[in-house]
C-alpha cells in the first residue's frame, strides 16, 4: 500500500512558488509585507496607516486578500494606490500562486512596498509563504488574553507581532503584557510592538519597522 502524503506535497509546490515570487520581488528591489491575523484585530487599519504616511516617499501597491468581499480593497484605494483584490473563494487564506497572479497586474518597475492582507485567520495562513519579506501577524486585546497560546504556530513562524487596540485592554479586561510574554515564549526573538490607532507613537514605531526594511532592500 502507497501512503500519499498530500499536504507535504501542497506545502512544497507552494513553496517553489513562493520562491519565484521572492525572486521576481528582489529582481525589482519591492520589498513584501504579509499581514495575517484575524477578522477585526485591526490590520486593515495598520495597513491604511502605513500607507498613508509612507506613499509620499515610497511607491506603495497592495493585494487584498478576502473570502469575498472586496470592501477592504475599496478602503486601500481610496488611498489612491494601485490595489489588486484576490478573493480565495472557500479557502482562508492566501497562498503562493494567487500571490503570483496579482504581481502580474502589478506594475513592478514602479513599486517599492508590497503590502499584502491575508484573509482573516490565525490558522490557515500558517503553512502558506507567499513570497514575502516579512510575515506580520497582528492581534488585538479584544480577542482575549488566552488567544496567543491558542493559537502557538502563527507566532512561531511571525517575523513581527502586533498587539492592537491596547488603548481598550482595561475596558475588555486584558493584560497587553501577558500577551506579550506569551509570544515571547513562543518565539523569543520576534519584536513585538503595542500598538493603537489613536496612540500616533505606537503607530509610527509599526510605519518605522516597514521604512527600514525598504530602504534595506533598494540598497541590494
Same mark, same amino acid.
Given at each position: 500500500m502507497h501512503v500519499i502524503h498530500m499536504g507535504h506535497d501542497?506545502? $512544497?509546490a507552494n513553496d517553489k512558488v513562493?520562491? $519565484?515570487n521572492r525572486k521576481k520581488l528582489n529582481k525589482h528591489k519591492i520589498f513584501s509585507?504579509?499581514?495575517m491575523g484575524a477578522i477585526g484585530s485591526g490590520k486593515t487599519t495598520l495597513i491604511e496607516e502605513a500607507i498613508s504616511h509612507l506613499k509620499e516617499k515610497y511607491r506603495v501597491a497592495v493585494i487584498a486578500g478576502d473570502v469575498i468581499a472586496e470592501m477592504d480593497s475599496?478602503?486601500?484605494?481610496?488611498?489612491d494606490v494601485p490595489t489588486i483584490p484576490v478573493n480565495t473563494g472557500k479557502e482562508c487564506h492566501l497562498?503562493? $500562486?494567487l500571490v503570483e497572479k496579482a504581481l502580474d497586474k502589478i506594475d513592478l518597475d514602479n513599486t517599492d512596498l508590497l503590502l499584502i492582507e491575508n484573509v482573516g485567520n490565525l490558522i490557515c495562513p500558517v503553512d502558506f509563504k507567499l513570497g514575502e519579506h516579512l510575515r506580520v501577524v497582528v492581534v488585538s486585546v479584544t480577542e482575549g488574553d488566552d488567544i496567543?497560546?491558542?493559537h502557538p504556530m502563527i507566532f512561531k513562524t511571525a517575523e513581527l507581532a502586533i498587539i492592537n487596540?491596547?488603548?481598550i485592554a482595561h475596558a475588555v479586561d486584558v493584560d497587553a503584557? $501577558?500577551?506579550?510574554?506569551?509570544?515571547?515564549s513562543l518565539n523569543p526573538n520576534v519584536p513585538v510592538l503595542l500598538t493603537s490607532k489613536h496612540d500616533w507613537e505606537s503607530l509610527e514605531t509599526w510605519i518605522d519597522f516597514i521604512e527600514h526594511g525598504v530602504k534595506e532592500t533598494q540598497k541590494k
Amino acid at each position: 500500500m502507497h501512503v500519499i502524503h498530500m499536504g507535504h506535497d501542497v506545502y $512544497k509546490a507552494n513553496d517553489k512558488v513562493a520562491e $519565484k515570487n521572492r525572486k521576481k520581488l528582489n529582481k525589482h528591489k519591492i520589498f513584501s509585507v504579509n499581514v495575517m491575523g484575524a477578522i477585526g484585530s485591526g490590520k486593515t487599519t495598520l495597513i491604511e496607516e502605513a500607507i498613508s504616511h509612507l506613499k509620499e516617499k515610497y511607491r506603495v501597491a497592495v493585494i487584498a486578500g478576502d473570502v469575498i468581499a472586496e470592501m477592504d480593497s475599496s478602503r486601500f484605494r481610496k488611498l489612491d494606490v494601485p490595489t489588486i483584490p484576490v478573493n480565495t473563494g472557500k479557502e482562508c487564506h492566501l497562498d503562493a $500562486k494567487l500571490v503570483e497572479k496579482a504581481l502580474d497586474k502589478i506594475d513592478l518597475d514602479n513599486t517599492d512596498l508590497l503590502l499584502i492582507e491575508n484573509v482573516g485567520n490565525l490558522i490557515c495562513p500558517v503553512d502558506f509563504k507567499l513570497g514575502e519579506h516579512l510575515r506580520v501577524v497582528v492581534v488585538s486585546v479584544t480577542e482575549g488574553d488566552d488567544i496567543i497560546l491558542k493559537h502557538p504556530m502563527i507566532f512561531k513562524t511571525a517575523e513581527l507581532a502586533i498587539i492592537n487596540k491596547v488603548d481598550i485592554a482595561h475596558a475588555v479586561d486584558v493584560d497587553a503584557e $501577558k500577551m506579550r510574554e506569551d509570544i515571547l515564549s513562543l518565539n523569543p526573538n520576534v519584536p513585538v510592538l503595542l500598538t493603537s490607532k489613536h496612540d500616533w507613537e505606537s503607530l509610527e514605531t509599526w510605519i518605522d519597522f516597514i521604512e527600514h526594511g525598504v530602504k534595506e532592500t533598494q540598497k541590494k
